[in-house]
């Protein structure tokens, strides 16, 4: 019988810190899934192997306890999506504030920014799109956590890339800004920079890639060559651009650019980034309905 | 010359020899060229397969092959054509020089030429269901559109083979067994070395076969320089092997310049010189930080890349850029240097001197590194000649072929400075030639500082009279220099205009990746990693 | 020195005083459970921030700077960030095993937690077993990674998952054998019981040779246990991409970002309870002074100071060595380490029995 703190037997109190890591891994799951968002793609769901489909089966059998499991789950998620609705309906975040003018990005004056317009014409749509358009504290604060931990994904295929490793070395730093944990896994990942020519051999691969990232993800299109073809325009196996594969955020041009371009990108990134809606807009869960999963015959 | 054309016509009387240009043409048909290549190879001792060039001569469709001899580093070109374009037939050279697998598959990827012999004929750079044929003359472009599916059939191979009464027939393969435990490792992965993909048979954590599928950054290069002229094309070198952007760019100055009869100032020269060893410094210091990244050490690449910026900073100010610089231009270069350039140099040199002891201290002689490395991914001499491994890779087999010394361009006969070798041929050694060889870069900076400050700061920086037009006489145009990787070759043939008929750059990475799965096997995956970082190949060269 | 059992004992009084005692454990309970969920998110933020920066000094740069002063809301943002991405869930995974893997790697390092010694009556579970039971209870997260590899269905999880559990297991050993060392010096398996024994001295000291030795072998065993430093195959970036974490996004991978970090403060805060006397200040036997000086400085503080200064050994270790291969390893492991650790028993064994230690 051994006492401790408060007098309480120790067991008892091994028995509560087991609960309690129980409890935060439920706790923040909870939290995960309430507020963010879910999209689904054939493969999204596929293992991840660099962008190429795998090879043959990994595993050999299922457990029978999934379809049990499964079904709980479904069961308190159903609940808890109904729920969440009804919660921020009842006034959490209805203040009605004005859209700030000015997106600012800590030691960049908004003049800096070249390419005012875009963003103020953003904030300008968010403005007019009616009365429940609103950017209240928490999606500030969903903001301002995003733009500020944006971690890329590996994926380097040409020049572009040591100029991208140059900016993570001593000199440029991009770990000032939090960006150094580049993630090669694209499940962990928030932006691929696309560094280098994409070309059609490629190309497969990087829809996969960006298709297994877990949203919010974003795109920036690094050098000429992913922003149009850039000097290989003219090949015959080279992709004029990388969105006619993915959607992109934000362009950058040079060949290759410069390190102080690629912060200017980010910077870039990070203000759109801040301007977004995250509750009812990023945050959109969709449905699994109408994509048929159609189960591989082993090969 | 005249001996080579009269031992020549001895073994194969209905060959052809023209000894007009820089170097012998023997032309031969494929009927004879199996027997003449063996004879090159055993009895003239030509025993180093430096290039196959494919070649659509509009009415016919052939191969250029490049041989070399080790002893005497003489060249010869071989043409060997055949005039059926349905079905284009030529007999393979891999049993005599192994490095001919990966090349005549890019042939056979571009023109369509079927190897007898070759045992695993299959595309090289383009999908697996590509049309066609890129590089022929009558290539349509639009046979081939973006294609988002993935590719199939990627096991699927088939040799060619010739019976007693000449009769070819196909035979189907298969790259993997289907119980094999297939590995994907790439395209995406977190190495500089970019877009590779290795599919590696494992049996638990041993590898059994490696197959190196390359062409993700393929973006036809040669094609684009046929309809070129040369100074458009000069932007191209720089970004195959964009670690030795300047060397590339360089080299096919030298060719250029060398077809057109034109004499480069000495100060342009000794400037283009110095460049070459500044890039070839920053090459070997990312190859530093690459393969000690690879292996776990991430601190040493910060600090080899804090060396970097040194030279960045000097490119940037001379060139206006840091990386592609397009510094070198056909007569020279293109701007004189500011004043503070042999300062500047002198600094990084003593920096990275200084610095070198620093990198030693901290990885080589660890006791983790060193049983990492040693005896992993031994490469024999032999195998290094047979796969026409040049460079840092080759010199660590023990075998001389530092161009620089072979065969001296530029001004590098004036310089004092030594080839380094080891006699090993493990990773180890790879590693220690290229730090090795970072003192020889800085030992040649340093002379050629005290020249270019002896000759004077200011002075002629390019040829006072460089045509408009650049038509290069008719002919084949050749100069190999040795870049950070190896031995970099440019060909041009020409027929009298201002464009090309063909370019084509023999990068030295394509040879490496010929050794992957030579050396990778029986080995585990973490050496697999290892093994390549201390081949150190740059994949947008091997693509191009 | 500061006695926080006075203000548990005060604290219970006044509970029982006025509700059931059924009533009163739940409230302590439910105190106790707040605490440690506040000091185990704590302590990982503060882990995360901590490497960054160690990291971004010995690389000769900075590290985060710019969210908040010195970067210091950093890890905030990064946490907001994790919360908020999208869980995937894969087609062909083991989903029962594929979700339980995280649940079974944070309660191994939640129970873990709450054994280590905090400070002075602030000791939650102390059981006369107590140093056995950490050993026992640190093995479960060995099933969490190997059901995380497996369940994924890819072929770099598993293959990072089977190097983990080999590693895991032959390492838990010699971390055994070390404990076990101390164990024998100490003569208890209590945790209050060693750190009271270290009174008139850290065990580092006391023991001198074989204590010295068992602390080496511990220090790289834990590093092995941990898939951190030279040890880190598990999860080697560039040979397997994610490791056997790959397939999990969002909070489900940030768990286990969390608990390797917790793993290490948990490792650095066992080590120093066996070497280095847990909360209990530095006394040197004769200077009343120099002690009573030691002894103002509270106990939270000498616990937290030790285990920080511990952990950045591990991580100037990790920031300088290449990562060693698995045959290598587990030849170190199973061919080295091992004999030496129970050769180093039993010469601990020796001294203690003839009482050739300082303070016999």
Same mark, same amino acid.
């Given at each position: 019988?051994?006492?401790?703190?408060?007098?309480?037997?120790?067991?008892?109190?091994?028995?509560?810190?087991?609960?309690?890591?129980?409890?935060?891994?439920?706790?923040?799951?909870?939290?995960?899934?309430?507020?963010?968002?879910?999209?689904?793609?054939?493969?999204?769901?596929?293992?991840?192997?660099?962008?190429?489909?795998?090879?043959?089966?990994?595993?050999?059998?299922?457990?029978?306890?999934?379809?049990?499991?499964?079904?709980?789950?479904?069961?308190?998620?159903?609940?808890?999506?109904?729920?969440?609705?009804?919660?921020?309906?009842?006034?959490?975040?209805?203040?009605?504030?004005?859209?700030?003018?000015?997106?600012?990005?800590?030691?960049?004056?908004?003049?800096?920014?070249?390419?005012?317009?875009?963003?103020?014409?953003?904030?300008?749509?968010?403005?007019?799109?009616?009365?429940?358009?609103?950017?209240?504290?928490?999606?500030?604060?969903?903001?301002?956590?995003?733009?500020?931990?944006?971690?890329?994904?590996?994926?380097?295929?040409?020049?572009?890339?040591?100029?991208?490793?140059?900016?993570?070395?001593?000199?440029?730093?991009?770990?000032?800004?939090?960006?150094?944990?580049?993630?090669?896994?694209?499940?962990?990942?928030?932006?691929?920079?696309?560094?280098?020519?994409?070309?059609?051999?490629?190309?497969?691969?990087?829809?996969?890639?960006?298709?297994?990232?877990?949203?919010?993800?974003?795109?920036?299109?690094?050098?000429?060559?992913?922003?149009?073809?850039?000097?290989?325009?003219?090949?015959?196996?080279?992709?004029?651009?990388?969105?006619?594969?993915?959607?992109?955020?934000?362009?950058?041009?040079?060949?290759?650019?410069?390190?102080?371009?690629?912060?200017?990108?980010?910077?870039?990134?990070?203000?759109?980034?801040?301007?977004?809606?995250?509750?009812?807009?990023?945050?959109?869960?969709?449905?699994?309905?109408?994509?048929?999963?159609?189960?591989?015959?082993?090969? | 010359?005249?001996?080579?054309?009269?031992?020549?016509?001895?073994?194969?009387?209905?060959?052809?020899?023209?000894?007009?240009?820089?170097?012998?043409?023997?032309?031969?048909?494929?009927?004879?060229?199996?027997?003449?290549?063996?004879?090159?190879?055993?009895?003239?001792?030509?025993?180093?397969?430096?290039?196959?060039?494919?070649?659509?001569?509009?009415?016919?469709?052939?191969?250029?092959?490049?041989?070399?001899?080790?002893?005497?580093?003489?060249?010869?070109?071989?043409?060997?054509?055949?005039?059926?374009?349905?079905?284009?037939?030529?007999?393979?050279?891999?049993?005599?020089?192994?490095?001919?697998?990966?090349?005549?598959?890019?042939?056979?990827?571009?023109?369509?030429?079927?190897?007898?012999?070759?045992?695993?004929?299959?595309?090289?750079?383009?999908?697996?269901?590509?049309?066609?044929?890129?590089?022929?003359?009558?290539?349509?472009?639009?046979?081939?559109?973006?294609?988002?599916?993935?590719?199939?059939?990627?096991?699927?191979?088939?040799?060619?083979?010739?019976?007693?009464?000449?009769?070819?027939?196909?035979?189907?393969?298969?790259?993997?067994?289907?119980?094999?435990?297939?590995?994907?490792?790439?395209?995406?992965?977190?190495?500089?070395?970019?877009?590779?993909?290795?599919?590696?048979?494992?049996?638990?954590?041993?590898?059994?076969?490696?197959?190196?599928?390359?062409?993700?950054?393929?973006?036809?290069?040669?094609?684009?320089?046929?309809?070129?002229?040369?100074?458009?094309?000069?932007?191209?070198?720089?970004?195959?092997?964009?670690?030795?952007?300047?060397?590339?760019?360089?080299?096919?100055?030298?060719?250029?310049?060398?077809?057109?009869?034109?004499?480069?100032?000495?100060?342009?020269?000794?400037?283009?010189?110095?460049?070459?060893?500044?890039?070839?410094?920053?090459?070997?210091?990312?190859?530093?930080?690459?393969?000690?990244?690879?292996?776990?050490?991430?601190?040493?690449?910060?600090?080899?890349?804090?060396?970097?910026?040194?030279?960045?900073?000097?490119?940037?100010?001379?060139?206006?850029?840091?990386?592609?610089?397009?510094?070198?231009?056909?007569?020279? +270069?293109?701007?004189?240097?500011? @004043?503070?350039? &042999? !300062?500047?140099? /002198?600094? #990084? =040199? %003593?920096?990275? *001197?200084?610095?070198?002891?620093?990198?030693?201290?901290?990885?080589?002689?660890?006791?983790?590194?060193?049983?990492?490395?040693?005896?992993?991914?031994?490469?024999?001499?032999?195998?290094?000649?047979?796969?026409?491994?040049?460079?840092?890779?080759?010199?660590?087999?023990?075998?001389?072929?530092?161009?620089?010394?072979?065969?001296?361009?530029?001004?590098?006969?004036?310089?004092?400075?030594?080839?380094?070798?080891?006699?090993?041929?493990?990773?180890?050694?790879?590693?220690? +030639?290229?730090?090795?060889?970072? @003192?020889?870069? &800085? !030992?040649?900076? /340093?002379? #050629? =500082? %005290?020249?270019? *400050?002896?000759?004077?700061?200011?002075?002629?920086?390019?040829?006072?009279?460089?045509?408009?037009?650049?038509?290069?006489?008719?002919?084949?145009?050749?100069?190999?220099?040795?870049?950070?990787?190896?031995?970099?070759?440019?060909?041009?043939?020409?027929?009298?205009?201002?464009?090309?008929?063909?370019?084509?750059?023999?990068?030295?990475?394509?040879?490496?990746?010929?050794?992957?799965?030579?050396?990778?096997?029986?080995?585990?995956?973490?050496?697999?990693?290892?093994?390549?970082?201390?081949?150190?190949?740059?994949?947008?060269? &091997?693509?191009? | 020195?500061?006695?926080?059992?006075?203000?548990?004992?005060?604290?219970?009084?006044?509970?029982?005083?006025?509700?059931?005692?059924?009533?009163?454990?739940?409230?302590?309970?439910?105190?106790?459970?707040?605490?440690?969920?506040?000091?185990?998110?704590?302590?990982?933020?503060?882990?995360?921030?901590?490497?960054?920066?160690?990291?971004?000094?010995?690389?000769?740069?900075?590290?985060?700077?710019?969210?908040?002063?010195?970067?210091?809301?950093?890890?905030?943002?990064?946490?907001?960030?994790?919360?908020?991405?999208?869980?995937?869930?894969?087609?062909?995974?083991?989903?029962?095993?594929?979700?339980?893997?995280?649940?079974?790697?944070?309660?191994?390092?939640?129970?873990?937690?709450?054994?280590?010694?905090?400070?002075?009556?602030?000791?939650?579970?102390?059981?006369?077993?107590?140093?056995?039971?950490?050993?026992?209870?640190?093995?479960?997260?060995?099933?969490?990674?190997?059901?995380?590899?497996?369940?994924?269905?890819?072929?770099?999880?598993?293959?990072?998952?089977?190097?983990?559990?080999?590693?895991?297991?032959?390492?838990?050993?010699?971390?055994?054998?070390?404990?076990?060392?101390?164990?024998?010096?100490?003569?208890?398996?209590?945790?209050?019981?060693?750190?009271?024994?270290?009174?008139?001295?850290?065990?580092?000291?006391?023991?001198?040779?074989?204590?010295?030795?068992?602390?080496?072998?511990?220090?790289?065993?834990?590093?092995?246990?941990?898939?951190?430093?030279?040890?880190?195959?598990?999860?080697?970036?560039?040979?397997?991409?994610?490791?056997?974490?790959?397939?999990?996004?969002?909070?489900?991978?940030?768990?286990?970002?969390?608990?390797?970090?917790?793993?290490?403060?948990?490792?650095?805060?066992?080590?120093?309870?066996?070497?280095?006397?847990?909360?209990?200040?530095?006394?040197?036997?004769?200077?009343?002074?120099?002690?009573?000086?030691?002894?103002?400085?509270?106990?939270?503080?000498?616990?937290?100071?030790?285990?920080?200064?511990?952990?950045?050994?591990?991580?100037?270790?990790?920031?300088?060595?290449?990562?060693?291969?698995?045959?290598?390893?587990?030849?170190?492991?199973?061919?080295?380490?091992?004999?030496?650790?129970?050769?180093?028993?039993?010469?601990?064994?020796?001294?203690?029995?003839?009482?050739?230690?300082?303070?016999?």
């Amino acid at each position: 019988m051994d006492f401790s703190i408060f007098g309480v037997q120790s067991t008892t109190l091994a028995i509560t810190a087991a609960l309690t890591g129980v409890l935060l891994v439920v706790g923040a799951l909870v939290i995960a899934w309430l507020i963010g968002p879910r999209s689904y793609t054939e493969k999204k769901g596929e293992p991840f192997e660099c962008g190429i489909p795998t090879r043959g089966d990994s595993m050999a059998q299922y457990h029978v306890g999934y379809y049990l499991f499964a079904i709980l789950f479904l069961m308190f998620d159903v609940e808890t999506v109904f729920l969440f609705p009804w919660a921020f309906r009842s006034g959490l975040c209805l203040e009605e504030r004005s859209v700030e003018m000015e997106v600012k990005i800590k030691s960049m004056k908004h003049e800096d920014f070249k390419d005012n317009e875009y963003i103020d014409n953003l904030v300008e749509q968010l403005r007019a799109g009616g009365t429940n358009i609103i950017v209240g504290k928490l999606d500030q604060l969903m903001n301002w956590g995003v733009s500020n931990s944006l971690w890329p994904l590996c994926f380097g295929t040409s020049c572009c890339a040591i100029e991208f490793m140059c900016l993570g070395a001593a000199r440029y730093d991009m770990a000032r800004y939090g960006f150094e944990v580049a993630r090669n896994s694209p499940r962990q990942a928030d932006y691929i920079m696309c560094q280098g020519t994409i070309n059609y051999r490629m190309a497969p691969a990087l829809k996969r890639l960006y298709e297994q990232m877990a949203e919010p993800k974003y795109v920036i299109a690094c050098g000429s060559c992913t922003v149009s073809g850039g000097p290989f325009k003219n090949s015959y196996c080279v992709v004029k651009g990388v969105d006619e594969i993915i959607p992109v955020d934000v362009y950058l041009p040079g060949c290759p650019p410069r390190p102080e371009a690629f912060f200017y990108a980010l910077m870039q990134l990070q203000r759109k980034i801040k301007v977004q809606k995250y509750f009812g807009g990023v945050n959109r869960k969709e449905k699994l309905e109408g994509l048929k999963y159609v189960k591989e015959e082993t090969k | 010359m005249a001996e080579i054309q009269d031992k020549i016509t001895q073994l194969c009387p209905q060959a052809q020899v023209d000894t007009t240009g820089e170097f012998p043409l023997v032309t031969v048909d494929d009927a004879q060229w199996h027997d003449l290549a063996r004879a090159l190879k055993n009895q003239l001792h030509y025993d180093v397969l430096s290039a196959v060039v494919g070649m659509d001569w509009t009415d016919a469709l052939g191969c250029v092959y490049y041989l070399t001899n080790t002893s005497t580093h003489e060249l010869l070109h071989v043409k060997v054509a055949t005039t059926d374009r349905e079905q284009p037939r030529l007999h393979s050279v891999v049993d005599l020089w192994p490095v001919a697998n990966f090349q005549e598959r890019e042939v056979y990827d571009f023109y369509g030429i079927v190897f007898i012999g070759h045992p695993d004929m299959r595309r090289m750079f383009l999908r697996t269901d590509w049309v066609g044929y890129p590089l022929r003359k009558d290539y349509d472009p639009a046979s081939n559109p973006l294609r988002l599916e993935d590719e199939t059939n990627e096991d699927y191979t088939c040799r060619w083979v010739e019976d007693e009464n000449g009769k070819v027939t196909k035979v189907d393969g298969k790259v993997f067994e289907d119980d094999e435990y297939v590995i994907n490792v790439g395209p995406q992965h977190p190495s500089t070395h970019g877009v590779m993909r290795y599919r590696a048979s494992l049996d638990g954590e041993i590898i059994k076969k490696v197959d190196v599928v390359s062409g993700y950054i393929h973006r036809g290069i040669e094609k684009m320089c046929e309809s070129l002229t040369y100074p458009q094309m000069l932007l191209y070198t720089e970004r195959m092997d964009y670690m030795a952007a300047h060397i590339n760019r360089h080299c096919m100055c030298l060719c250029v310049e060398k077809a057109l009869g034109l004499e480069v100032p000495r100060r342009a020269e000794l400037i283009r010189l110095m460049m070459d060893e500044l890039m070839r410094l920053s090459s070997h210091l990312l190859s530093y930080g690459c393969l000690t990244m690879d292996q776990g050490a991430t601190t040493a690449f910060f600090y080899g890349f804090r060396e970097r910026e040194l030279i960045y900073d000097i490119f940037d100010r001379t060139c206006g850029a840091r990386m592609s610089m397009s510094y070198s231009t056909i007569g020279g +270069v293109v701007a004189d240097v500011h @004043e503070d350039f &042999i !300062k500047d140099v /002198r600094h #990084a =040199c %003593d920096v990275i *001197e200084k610095n070198l002891a620093e990198y030693h201290k901290l990885f080589t002689g660890n006791v983790i590194a060193v049983n990492r490395m040693t005896g992993v991914g031994i490469l024999s001499k032999q195998d290094a000649i047979d796969y026409a491994i040049t460079g840092p890779s080759g010199r660590a087999s023990g075998w001389h072929c530092d161009v620089r010394k072979t065969n001296p361009y530029s001004l590098y006969n004036e310089f004092d400075f030594d080839e380094v070798t080891y006699e090993n041929g493990d990773s180890m050694d790879r590693y220690m +030639v290229r730090m090795k060889e970072m @003192e020889q870069c &800085i !030992k040649i900076l /340093r002379q #050629a =500082c %005290d020249k270019l *400050e002896a000759e004077g700061i200011q002075g002629e920086y390019i040829a006072p009279k460089v045509p408009k037009m650049m038509k290069l006489p008719a002919g084949h145009w050749y100069q190999q220099v040795e870049a950070s990787r190896g031995a970099f070759g440019v060909y041009i043939e020409s027929d009298g205009n201002t464009k090309p008929v063909r370019v084509h750059f023999q990068s030295p990475c394509f040879n490496l990746i010929g050794v992957v799965d030579l050396t990778c096997k029986d080995n585990m995956i973490a050496d697999l990693i290892t093994i390549t970082a201390s081949l150190d190949f740059v994949i947008p060269d &091997i693509d191009r | 020195m500061f006695d926080f059992g006075i203000v548990t004992r005060w604290l219970d009084e006044l509970l029982n005083s006025v509700m059931p005692g059924w009533l009163t454990t739940t409230i302590e309970c439910v105190l106790v459970a707040v605490g440690l969920l506040v000091a185990y998110s704590l302590i990982a933020m503060f882990y995360i921030f901590y490497e960054r920066k160690v990291c971004g000094w010995i690389q000769c740069r900075l590290g985060p700077m710019r969210v908040g002063k010195w970067g210091l809301l950093q890890v905030f943002a990064d946490v907001i960030k994790i919360l908020q991405k999208e869980l995937i869930s894969l087609w062909h995974t083991d989903k029962f095993l594929f979700k339980l893997a995280p649940y079974l790697v944070l309660i191994a390092s939640m129970l873990t937690f709450a054994c280590l010694p905090w400070g002075k009556g602030l000791q939650i579970v102390d059981m006369n077993i107590g140093v056995f039971f950490i050993v026992a209870v640190s093995s479960i997260g060995v099933l969490g990674i190997l059901l995380a590899g497996w369940a994924s269905n890819s072929k770099y999880t598993l293959i990072g998952a089977m190097r983990s559990g080999a590693q895991m297991i032959s390492y838990e050993l010699s971390c055994g054998i070390s404990i076990l060392t101390i164990v024998c010096l100490a003569g208890t398996m209590s945790i209050t019981g060693i750190v009271e024994a270290q009174e008139d001295g850290w065990f580092l000291f006391k023991g001198h040779l074989p204590a010295i030795l068992a602390f080496i072998i511990y220090m790289i065993a834990a590093n092995a246990e941990n898939n951190r430093g030279p040890f880190d195959l598990p999860e080697a970036e560039h040979e397997l991409t994610a490791g056997y974490h790959t397939e999990y996004s969002g909070i489900h991978f940030g768990f286990f970002y969390l608990a390797e970090y917790l793993n290490l403060f948990i490792v650095s805060g066992i080590a120093t309870l066996l070497f280095l006397g847990g909360w209990m200040p530095l006394h040197i036997p004769g200077w009343e002074g120099f002690n009573a000086v030691m002894n103002w400085i509270p106990s939270v503080v000498w616990f937290l100071g030790k285990a920080f200064f511990i952990t950045f050994i591990f991580f100037w270790i990790r920031w300088s060595f290449p990562r060693v291969r698995i045959d290598q390893m587990l030849a170190l492991e199973w061919r080295y380490l091992m004999p030496i650790g129970l050769v180093n028993l039993v010469v601990m064994a020796i001294i203690v029995t003839q009482g050739w230690y300082f303070g016999a």
